[in-house]
């Protein structure tokens, strides 16, 4: 069993409109809602590889019901804290012009008492878990001292935690010394406090992180695909998949996808060079299909054969 976390999830609603006018009444073609959050997006992918997962974090409101049962749909087993204030929704409208506008709500405030609510309910629901992924942003009232805690906990109980978020939760978190971290080259960035240039300089960065004490780091780095540096017996290694070339049409929830394949090459038992082959398929898989998270495996399989190492330099 896998428990994925995902403290900030949101009901994704794309709107389709030939034209907007601000200050007036505007008739919508279409809408479609969808469950989001990165951890969402990876409990997604596991599902579609029949993989036991239960999904974690806070859902408020109706558009918590909405996560709540998309999770049930799919077949994975929610377990989130619900809390006074509502899920937020995030709005992509799509206008004939090709502009994309997005309105982001904030989500909802997280008191004291819900999150010591979330915390009983982590300590309970990892127990049976041999992976937690730890993905994404916090809601307001959370800071970067849970994602701390929540590694803390899962290590001391022996899981394999897999991080993927940006700031100063994944400079707190890393830290604590997750199994495995995935920045993309912005997050990679922050962390290292500079510009990173080139795949040299990623590879020493990936390996200085390594050093800190996390054994498995994997940079992703969009359509140039991903860099992995690991602890082998006290010496750090380093490998490269470059990305295939694809008819890209959405590469969002692209990094997600990586971590849902890394936690599938655990279960498998899959080697470095295995793991990173599929990470750089599965996710490239994604930019393929316009859903964040929905892959096709035919495809994902298609890509993993044409893929080879590359040196890092
Ligand atoms: N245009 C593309 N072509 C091929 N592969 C891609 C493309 N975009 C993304 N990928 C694959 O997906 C991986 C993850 O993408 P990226 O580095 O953009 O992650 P990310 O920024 O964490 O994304 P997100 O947080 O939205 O999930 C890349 O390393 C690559 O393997
Ligand atoms: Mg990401």
């Not at 962390?191 to 996390?214: C, D, P, Y």
Request: proline share 4%.
């Amino acid at each position: 069993m896998i428990a994925t976390i995902t403290l900030n999830p949101a009901v994704d609603k794309t709107l389709n409109a030939s034209r907007v006018v601000m200050g007036t009444v505007n008739r919508m073609d279409s809408a479609c809602n969808m469950p989001g959050g990165k951890g969402i997006n990876v409990a997604k992918v596991l599902r579609q590889y029949d993989v036991e997962v239960k999904t974690l974090g806070f859902i408020g409101g109706y558009s918590g019901d909405f996560i709540e049962e998309a999770m049930e749909k799919i077949g994975a087993v929610p377990k989130f804290t619900r809390v006074s204030e509502d899920t937020r929704t995030s709005v992509n409208l799509i206008t004939e012009d090709g502009y994309i506008t997005e309105f982001l709500e904030p989500g909802p405030n997280i008191s004291d008492a819900e999150l010591k609510e979330f915390f009983a309910s982590y300590e309970k629901e990892i127990e049976d878990c041999d992976i937690v992924v730890i993905s994404g942003s916090a809601p307001r009232g959370v800071d970067p001292s849970a994602y701390v805690r929540m590694i803390e906990i899962a290590n001391a109980g022996g899981k394999k935690v897999l991080l993927d978020t940006s700031g100063d939760n994944l400079k707190k978190g890393m830290y604590s010394r997750p199994y495995m971290m995935k920045p993309n080259l912005k997050e990679l960035e922050s962390i290292m406090g500079r510009r990173i240039q080139g795949l040299s300089e990623v590879a020493e960065s990936a390996m200085q992180i390594v050093e800190w004490g996390v054994p498995h780091v994997l940079v992703s780095m969009g359509n140039k695909g991903i860099l992995y540096a690991r602890d082998d017996n006290g010496e750090s290694k380093v490998i490269y998949v470059p990305a295939p070339s694809i008819r890209a049409v959405n590469s969002v929830g692209s990094g997600d996808c990586a971590v849902a394949a890394f936690a599938l090459s655990i279960l498998e038992g899959l080697d470095p060079e295995k793991t990173l082959k599929k990470c750089v398929a599965i996710s490239a898989a994604n930019a393929c299909s316009l859903e964040n998270g929905l892959i096709s495996k035919e495809k994902a399989e298609e890509l993993e054969s044409m893929l080879t190492l590359s040196e890092p330099d």
